[in-house]
């Protein structure tokens, strides 16, 4: 029988034969080429400098694969190396697992796998072990991706939110919103989106200079689904302290409170996928800014606002820009267009 | 723009003094509702100013009848339905369209072009665009109704759910709410209607009316015109969102309005039947009328019990005077419509709102 390079892929891809033998040595490991990948154990072996790691996992799931600013690929790495990042390690290696559905072009799969290798070059990170599925039509929506990673805990470095206390300021690492406006406006086919690009990008190497250059970093978390809105809450509930922030101060792209505003969206809740938010106390407030806007991931940072005393329930607070104040709640589920 | 804040609060002030009683102003649309909460307005306000959210959002007003009738539709196999996102999760008798067990395909469309081409696309099936909103969302349903008939796309129809706004500030203060002193006209549907059509609101009732924008000094300043008014004991039609809104409006959309659609009785949440309020298809375009394909009623459905939204969008109780409200009807499970759209004005007060 003629075996010829098939363009699709096949659910015999993921049958465990020579079809799958040959998808992995043809198409993914030379594209994330390393030494654990390339023994094709049925686990990967790694030295540690340290018994003290994190570790993490998340799925990918986004409608479209490609989209302004990356690709699936792109963000199943930066997402994991970032939930190692903020939690104050160093990001070392992943996991890489494919969930195909039959059918899927070879050739997209292609520059998704091209992506993924080289994000993870350019954070120097491997993708040391892997998985490929293949499902039927209809089982999955084209191409599911989950990426595991372990990262090296930093010496003397521990964030955790009941370090946090009253008079620490908030730390924006940048622009919010463009992530999640990208998505939305490519994925209804709106007419600004050409204005937006999302931010996906691995923020190890600003987290790690931020860690190590001060010791007033007391909290760090990225602010993906549910968006700023969300991680403040979060700090909120978990530190039994209020936050005020103030509107003026929160950076955003013209661009994306446009499209939020034309679709009833509030920017405070939209994604962002290379934005962290960080609970620093006020004497390194100064200083972790600087670093910030030292790199290029961290130019438009800014301090937000400060941790409070909270009567009652602990409250997230916005000071508007005309004086006024709102409540800022934990954003709940998916946001809806609205009619007008 | 904190120079003419801060000049504009300082009237609303002077004018509340001078006025030496409450002042009660309504606004009839959910985006200036939003725009209020987001901008945190109230928190400026001195006390005896009262900020109403009144019938402007569209889901909201949208009667109990044409939700059961929506819900009818999905539980038929031959349709797809389309939908504005809001819609959604709208509870009827059995779930909403997002929990219902529906037999249908339900589509969330940005706008009603969208739902058309989903018929151009699925020849088999029967698209119905659940087609609700004022004046702002009207002239996209006629739109796309005179296009299917030029066409002959025969398997679109539209369900009009569309509302009218006057009629039912008329009814307000004919009797649901007469403590309104005064009317925040919405910016989006003046653009359609003109802000001329509000003179009748001046001229028979005696209430100022004041066209704005959404953002806060638009606002406020909308307010300032508003106390000033009622300070001076006067009653006057005022736009100050001239950029966009002009007297006449937008004479092609209100055209293309009338060419699809008479105006008739029709229900609404909490106001009940108001008078030539509902925007239903002409005789002409009947084959595109989804009441008619369909055999569905156009009756008022029954409400649920405990639920109060009828009395939050009058403007006669506040959501928090709900025992609903925040308790059993949330954003995460809504029992009533106020509290699902995000224009709501439960959903509104729940999110930005302080709760002690």
Known sequence: MARSEPERVLLAHGGGGQLTNQLIRTLIVPHLKNDPLSELGDSARLELESTSICLTTDSYVVKPLFFRGGDIGKLAVCGTINDLAVAGSRPLALTLSLIIEDGFEMGLLERILESIGQTARENHVSVVTGDTKTVERGAADALFLNTAGIGIRLPGVNPGLERIEVGDKILLSGTIGDHGMTIISQREGIEFESQLVSDCAALADLTCTLFQRTDGVKFMRDATRGGLAAVLNEVAEGAHLGIEIRDADIPVKPSVQAAADMLGFDVLNIANEGKFIAIVSPEAAEVCLELCRNHPLGRDAAVIGEVVASQGAPLVELRTRIGGRRVVQMPYGRELPRIC | ?356
């Open chain 2, 1 to 356: 723009m904190l120079d003419r804040i801060a000049k504009a609060q300082q009237q609303i002030d002077e004018a509340c003094r001078t006025l030496g009683r409450p002042i009660t102003v309504m606004e009839v649309c959910g985006t200036h509702t939003v725009a209020i909460f987001r901008s945190g307005i109230r928190s400026t306000l001195p006390k005896g100013l009262k900020l109403l959210s009144g019938p402007g959002c569209p889901v909201c007003v949208t009667d109990q009848g044409y939700i059961d009738a929506v819900l009818k539709l999905a539980r038929r196999d031959d349709c797809i339905i389309a939908t504005y996102g809001d819609m959604i999760r709208v509870p009827g008798k059995d779930g909403s369209l997002e929990t219902c067990a529906a037999k249908a395909a339900v589509r969330v469309v940005l706008s009603s072009e969208d739902a058309l081409q989903l018929a151009r696309d699925n020849a088999g099936k029967t698209v119905v665009f659940i087609a609700v909103g004022f004046e702002t969302t009207a002239p996209a349903s006629a739109v796309v109704v005179q296009e299917a008939a030029r066409e002959g796309i025969e398997n679109f129809c539209v369900l009009s759910g569309h509302k009218l706004i006057l009629p039912a500030m008329r009814a307000l203060l004919s009797g649901m709410n007469d403590r309104v002193d005064a009317f925040l006209c919405p910016g989006h549907v003046s653009v359609i209607i003109g802000s001329g059509a509000f003179a009748e609101i001046v001229n028979d009732f005696g209430r100022p009316c004041v066209v704005a924008g959404f953002e806060p000094l638009q606002i406020i300043e909308a307010l300032a015109e508003i106390c000033r008014q009622l300070s001076n004991g006067k009653a006057e039609l005022k736009s100050i969102y001239n950029a966009v809104v002009t007297e006449r409006g937008n004479l092609a959309a209100q055209q293309i309005i009338a060419e699809c659609f008479d105006a008739a009785d029709g229900y609404w949440r909490g106001l009940g039947r108001i008078e030539k309020s509902t925007l239903v298809l002409k005789e002409q375009y009947r084959r595109f009328d989804a009441f008619a394909r369909f055999g569905l009623s156009d009756e008022p459905g029954e409400d649920f019990s405990g639920c109060r939204c009828g009395e939050v969008l009058c403007g006669l109780i506040e959501p928090m005077q709900c025992p609903l409200f925040g308790t059993r009807c949330t954003p995460a499970k809504p029992i009533g419509p106020c509290m699902v759209s995000s224009e709501g004005t439960c959903a509104a007060w729940y999110k930005y709102g302080r709760r002690s």
